[in-house]
């Protein structure tokens, strides 16, 4: 392939691997905590509509990032009361979230439907960007690209090299031994499920404000479930989030690039669609079969419900 | 029946009692419209619902029209038009091709009511079908790309590959290299409808191939929007929309559009079943019948362009030019239409090829 061929597909290929990356940080984020939020896809329309609507009436795509996070902490809020301070069954109150979240920013989305933003100009990094091959695709994106870059290191370093993220990932194996040491476990799960919920609507923010500037019903398009996913098949280790973030990216991109040169590939396209779901499916049958070293990631506790005795 | 007409003459006091001013007419007939999607504002279901209001201003008075959008098609679809008849609708349209079954099992249960269905092939006796050739606006989009493009290479963003599609695609090919044999078309699947984000990667993918004449067939406003965005960096670069005219998405870049009109239709045919002389429908129309038209010309197309084109769709219009007139030859080259007659709509409905022309191969199925 040709450098400039190259370019182009690792650009695109990073620009469809963000939204996913964001969200499934802040997914990680949850999961690490035993709170399983299946509303993903939910908490992206909706921080998608308030982003859109934001943006086109302030013209700040800034502002439009907030009311995005804001409206995703919002909609995780909710979850959090259904299913930390009620106990309700997790995995329903996710799935109700999902598809309230869908039809509450079709309906708030109404009037925006005929409107367009004007996109936004990437954020040059001055030398680096002048790089070959490898400048335009890294360091001519968006700055939000840049953001999920500056996430992944934070969440990683938070999991891992600080007190708190240990207190975190505590919660999400034991929470009674964690409660029993002074720690209250509620309010650690709730903000690590509005951390999640916030950076579920700044991946939304993403798709609205940034990548496709315009809004209409259904944008977000599955890729709420496929965030999901990709914390399963990363099997909960943040850098592998954004490696499975880039190569699904990068395989619909290939797939896109490879049409349009008319070269003959017979993977049926819907393969290739199926395939973030088939490759979670693998994952955690690998999981499930060597119980000794990948489980160690996965949160003991997760999806269970814990309430303190009172 | 004299039930029957008494609860007629009931609900019609109920109307009358709702809005007494209207107490001089008879109680307007009811028609309702089942939507695929939500209206929004640009698409496939936008332009049916453009018909919709244009056939209820029409008729002002003597009917009444109603909708429900975004029903899913299969078992729901025959629910919701069940709901309408039994709400008092006398004449239903049912605007995609997955109510092709529920239309016709609700038909049958009512015979005394009239069902239409777009872009289906089951007709009865009180259902009848309609579409439009969409591939004649494509021709002359094609024939407008292939005098304006630099690159000779016009890429399309598609959805999915059945016969429809694929005569869009083949029928802008065939336009576009009658006025430019060099020009070759890319297509991309996105296997979606409606995914805008998939839509825009597409469009750019192609841009970044050299494609400088983009078009889409899918139901977002994404790639005509990915083109406007362009046009900064290539001046050259321009889009063809679909179903709707775009243009507000791309003022600078989108030439124009192949845009679908069911106004007429709907007004004629209403009106045929109200005066009692319908007989049944299988209408497949296109410039000639007005379901088809191409969105007005951007000013950047050239004159001698805009001549050329009028006078092209005049010709459609006339019968006197066939996007598919023979030779047709397919991508391997064989003959599909000789020269001397134009592809039948047999032979139309059953495309599953791409013409010579198309640099992509098609998916196999």
Same mark, same amino acid.
């Given at each position: 392939?040709?450098?400039?061929?190259?370019?182009?597909?690792?650009?695109?290929?990073?620009?469809?691997?963000?939204?996913?990356? =964001?969200? #499934?940080?802040?997914?990680?984020?949850?999961?690490?905590? %035993?709170?399983? $939020?299946?509303?993903?896809?939910?908490?992206?329309?909706?921080?998608?509509?308030?982003?859109?609507?934001?943006?086109?009436?302030?013209?700040?795509?800034?502002?439009?990032?907030?009311?995005?996070?804001?409206?995703?902490?919002?909609?995780?809020?909710?979850? %959090?009361?259904?299913?930390?301070?009620?106990?309700?069954?997790?995995?329903?109150?996710?799935?109700?979230?999902?598809?309230?979240?869908?039809?509450?920013?079709? &309906?708030?989305?109404? /009037?925006?439907?005929?409107?367009?933003?004007?996109?936004?100009?990437?954020?040059?990094? /001055?030398?680096?960007?002048?790089?070959?091959?490898?400048?335009?695709?890294?360091?001519?994106?968006?700055?939000?690209?840049?953001?999920?870059?500056?996430?992944?290191?934070?969440?990683?370093?938070?999991?891992?090299?600080?007190?708190?993220?240990?207190?975190?990932?505590?919660?999400?194996? +034991?929470?009674?031994?964690?409660?029993?040491?002074?720690?209250?476990?509620?309010?650690?799960?709730?903000?690590?499920?509005? &951390?999640?919920? #916030?950076?579920?609507?700044?991946?939304?923010?993403?798709?609205?404000?940034?990548?496709?500037?315009?809004?209409?019903? %259904?944008?977000?398009?599955?890729? %709420?479930?496929?965030?999901?996913? =990709?914390?399963? &098949?990363?099997?909960?280790?943040?850098?592998?989030?954004?490696?499975?973030?880039?190569?699904?990216?990068?395989?619909?991109?290939?797939?896109?690039?490879?049409?349009?040169?008319?070269?003959?590939?017979?993977?049926? #396209?819907?393969?290739? @669609?199926?395939?973030?779901?088939?490759?979670?499916?693998?994952?955690?049958?690998?999981?499930?079969? $060597?119980?000794?070293?990948?489980?160690?990631?996965?949160?003991?506790?997760?999806?269970? /419900?814990?309430?303190?005795?009172? | 029946?004299?039930?029957?007409?008494? @609860?007629?003459?009931?609900?019609?006091?109920?109307?009358?009692?709702?809005?007494?001013?209207?107490? #001089?007419? /008879?109680?307007?007939?009811?028609?309702?419209?089942?939507?695929?999607?939500?209206?929004?504002?640009?698409?496939?279901?936008?332009?049916?619902?453009?018909?919709?209001?244009?056939?209820?201003?029409?008729?002002? !008075?003597?009917?009444?029209?109603?909708?429900?959008?975004?029903?899913?098609?299969?078992?729901?679809?025959?629910?919701?038009?069940?709901?309408?008849?039994?709400?008092?609708?006398?004449?239903?349209?049912?605007?995609?091709?997955?109510?092709?079954?529920? +239309?016709?099992?609700?038909?049958?249960?009512?015979?005394?009511?009239?069902?239409?269905?777009?872009?289906?092939?089951? +007709?009865?006796?009180?259902?009848?079908?309609?579409?439009?050739?969409?591939?004649?606006?494509?021709?002359?989009?094609?024939?407008?790309?292939?005098?304006?493009?630099?690159?000779?290479?016009?890429?399309?963003?598609?959805?999915?590959?059945?016969?429809?599609?694929?005569?869009?695609? $083949?029928?802008?090919?065939?336009?576009?290299?009658?006025?430019?044999?060099?020009?070759?078309?890319?297509?991309?699947? *996105?296997?979606?409808?409606?995914?805008?984000?998939?839509?825009?990667?597409?469009?750019?993918?192609?841009?970044?191939?050299?494609?400088?004449?983009? +078009?889409?067939?899918?139901?977002?406003?994404?790639?005509?929007?990915?083109?406007?965005?362009?046009?900064?960096?290539?001046?050259?670069?321009?889009?063809?929309?679909?179903?709707?005219?775009?243009?507000?998405?791309?003022?600078?870049?989108?030439?124009?559009?192949?845009?679908?009109?069911?106004?007429?239709?709907?007004?004629?045919?209403?009106?045929?079943?109200?005066?009692?002389?319908?007989?049944?429908?299988?209408?497949?129309?296109?410039?000639?019948?007005?379901?088809?038209?191409?969105?007005?010309?951007?000013?950047? *197309?050239?004159?001698?362009?805009?001549?050329?084109?009028?006078?092209?769709?005049?010709?459609?219009?006339?019968?006197?030019?066939?996007?598919?007139?023979?030779?047709?030859?397919?991508?391997?080259?064989?003959?599909?239409?000789?020269?001397?007659?134009?592809?039948?709509?047999?032979?139309? !409905?059953?495309?599953?090829?791409?013409?010579?022309?198309?640099?992509?191969?098609?998916?196999?199925?």
């Amino acid at each position: 392939m040709e450098p400039s061929l190259v370019s182009a597909v690792l650009f695109a290929t990073i620009v469809a691997g963000t939204p996913l990356i =964001l969200t #499934a940080l802040g997914e990680l984020v949850t999961e690490k905590s %035993g709170v399983l $939020n299946l509303g993903a896809e939910g908490i992206m329309s909706v921080g998608a509509v308030a982003a859109f609507a934001v943006t086109l009436n302030t013209g700040s795509p800034l502002l439009g990032i907030v009311a995005g996070m804001v409206a995703g902490m919002a909609m995780s809020a909710l979850f %959090g009361f259904a299913a930390l301070t009620l106990q309700a069954n997790q995995v329903a109150s996710g799935l109700a979230l999902s598809i309230f979240g869908v039809g509450l920013s079709a &309906f708030v989305g109404k /009037p925006y439907e005929s409107q367009t933003l004007s996109s936004v100009a990437p954020l040059k990094i /001055p030398l680096l960007s002048k790089l070959p091959v490898l400048g335009h695709a890294l360091f001519e994106q968006q700055a939000l690209v840049y953001f999920s870059w500056i996430m992944l290191a934070v969440v990683a370093w938070f999991l891992y090299r600080t007190r708190w993220g240990l207190v975190l990932r505590a919660v999400g194996e +034991t929470p009674v031994a964690a409660h029993a040491i002074g720690y209250n476990v509620l309010r650690i799960r709730y903000l690590a499920a509005i &951390f999640g919920g #916030a950076m579920a609507g700044i991946g939304g923010a993403f798709l609205s404000v940034f990548y496709t500037p315009l809004w209409v019903e %259904g944008m977000v398009a599955g890729r %709420g479930w496929i965030s999901l996913a =990709l914390v399963v &098949f990363a099997t909960w280790r943040p850098l592998r989030v954004m490696l499975g973030a880039y190569l699904f990216g990068g395989a619909m991109i290939t797939q896109m690039f490879v049409q349009g040169s008319g070269i003959r590939l017979d993977i049926p #396209a819907q393969f290739l @669609s199926a395939l973030p779901y088939l490759a979670t499916v693998v994952v955690l049958v690998l999981i499930s079969r $060597n119980r000794s070293t990948i489980r160690l990631n996965s949160p003991a506790s997760l999806g269970q /419900p814990f309430m303190p005795d009172a | 029946m004299q039930r029957l007409k008494s @609860s007629i003459t009931l609900l019609g006091l109920g109307l009358l009692a709702v809005a007494p001013l209207a107490a #001089a007419d /008879p109680a307007p007939t009811q028609v309702g419209f089942v939507y695929v999607s939500p209206v929004g504002d640009a698409g496939w279901t936008y332009q049916h619902d453009q018909g919709r209001k244009e056939m209820e201003k029409a008729m002002a !008075g003597k009917v009444r029209t109603n909708f429900v959008e975004n029903v899913p098609e299969g078992a729901d679809a025959e629910r919701v038009i069940r709901q309408m008849i039994t709400g008092g609708a006398k004449i239903v349209f049912t605007t995609s091709f997955g109510y092709m079954n529920p +239309t016709e099992k609700v038909a049958s249960a009512f015979p005394d009511k009239f069902f239409f269905h777009a872009t289906g092939y089951k +007709t009865g006796k009180n259902m009848g079908i309609y579409n439009a050739r969409f591939y004649e606006g494509r021709y002359l989009c094609g024939v407008i790309a292939g005098k304006m493009t630099k690159s000779h290479i016009a890429g399309y963003v598609a959805a999915f590959p059945i016969p429809e599609v694929l005569q869009g695609i $083949n029928a802008f090919t065939e336009g576009m290299r009658s006025v430019d044999p060099k020009a070759e078309v890319r297509v991309i699947w *996105v296997n979606s409808w409606f995914d805008p984000g998939k839509e825009r990667e597409a469009a750019l993918t192609l841009i970044s191939q050299g494609a400088d004449m983009l +078009t889409h067939h899918t139901d977002s406003t994404a790639v005509v929007q990915a083109a406007e965005e362009k046009h900064k960096d290539n001046a050259n670069l321009y889009s063809f929309s679909y179903h709707s005219d775009m243009s507000k998405y791309g003022p600078k870049s989108c030439l124009t559009g192949t845009t679908h009109l069911w106004g007429d239709f709907y007004t004629r045919t209403v009106k045929e079943v109200l005066a009692g002389t319908w007989t049944g429908t299988n209408v497949w129309g296109g410039i000639k019948d007005g379901m088809i038209k191409l969105a007005p010309l951007n000013a950047a *197309v050239p004159e001698a362009v805009k001549k050329d084109v009028t006078k092209l769709e005049k010709e459609i219009k006339e019968g006197k030019r066939h996007p598919f007139a023979g030779p047709v030859v397919a991508q391997d080259g064989k003959e599909l239409v000789p020269k001397g007659r134009n592809m039948t709509d047999a032979e139309l !409905g059953a495309m599953n090829y791409y013409v010579k022309g198309v640099a992509s191969t098609l998916p196999k199925n």
